[in-house]
């Protein structure tokens, strides 16, 4: 079992540039969570899919945050357009019915 | 509405010497209740979790965490640390989604 799978781990760039995160989620799991972790705010729960539709995106900031889950297997987390305000580190998670949540190692985006 | 209070942001305490790290929680529903721990520039893994049946709950790394419900606390707890338990500790609560505290950060000296 790989867990959930991340990338990149790393992300620099400047602000007003498109940013595309991704996930791949543990086989089997039919839930998927992308959260944002900065030391302000803490652990923010962003979006919420299950089997590949978006139930809760309450927590999605602002019309510049997109999500999409084409397959239970990849999920993408965009930034159109990027801002200083967004560097944070972004975790994808995955849980079957019921568990407490498997967590990718994450991605740092440092926007400019 | 659900929410997590972790009343400390950080507990400092000696290597070989027990700690609690505090959690209270608020539901309106039954709720399952997790810790996590975060190391430095790692990713969140879970240590334990409570779903239902026995209060006291056993995870990894020697950590136990007693269910209260009377008093809506999930404590975390060991009897003995070692200078690696040095990290992050958040509690979460769950109905579908994981709603965390703020966090309690473990500092162990030798």
């Known amino acids: 079992d790989a867990g959930v799978i991340q990338s990149p781990r790393h992300e620099v760039t400047e602000m007003g540039q498109e940013v595309t995160l991704r996930c791949k989620p543990i086989?089997?799991?039919?839930?998927l969570f992308w959260y944002r972790q900065t030391m302000m705010r803490g652990l923010e729960l962003l979006i919420y899919?299950?089997?590949?539709?978006?139930?809760?995106d309450s927590g999605m900031p602002e019309d510049r945050f997109s999500a999409k889950m084409p397959n239970a297997s990849f999920s993408t987390l965009k930034i159109q357009p990027s801002e200083p305000r967004d560097s944070a580190v972004y975790f994808c998670?995955?849980?079957?019915?019921?568990?407490?949540?498997?967590f990718g190692p994450g991605t740092r985006l440092t926007v400019l | 509405a659900q929410s997590v209070t972790q009343l400390d942001s950080q507990v400092p305490v000696f290597e070989e010497a027990p700690v609690e790290l505090r959690c209270n929680y608020s539901?309106?529903?039954?709720?399952?209740l997790f810790w996590y721990v975060q190391y430095p520039n790692q990713g969140l893994q879970l240590l334990l979790k409570?779903?239902?049946?026995?209060?006291l709950v056993k995870g990894i790394n020697g950590f136990e965490a007693e269910f209260n419900k009377s008093q809506t606390s999930f404590h975390l707890r060991k009897p003995s640390v070692h200078i690696s338990d040095t990290a992050e500790y958040f509690c979460?609560?769950?109905?579908?989604?994981?709603?965390f505290g703020s966090g309690t950060r473990l500092l162990v000296r030798p």
């Open positions: 998670a995955s849980n079957p019915p019921g568990q407490g949540c498997n």
């Open positions: 086989s089997g799991h039919n839930s």
């Open positions: 409570y779903l239902s049946g026995s209060t």
């Open positions: 899919f299950n089997n590949n539709v978006p139930i809760d």
């Open positions: 979460a609560v769950s109905s579908y989604k994981l709603i």
């Open positions: 539901s309106s529903v039954s709720v399952y």
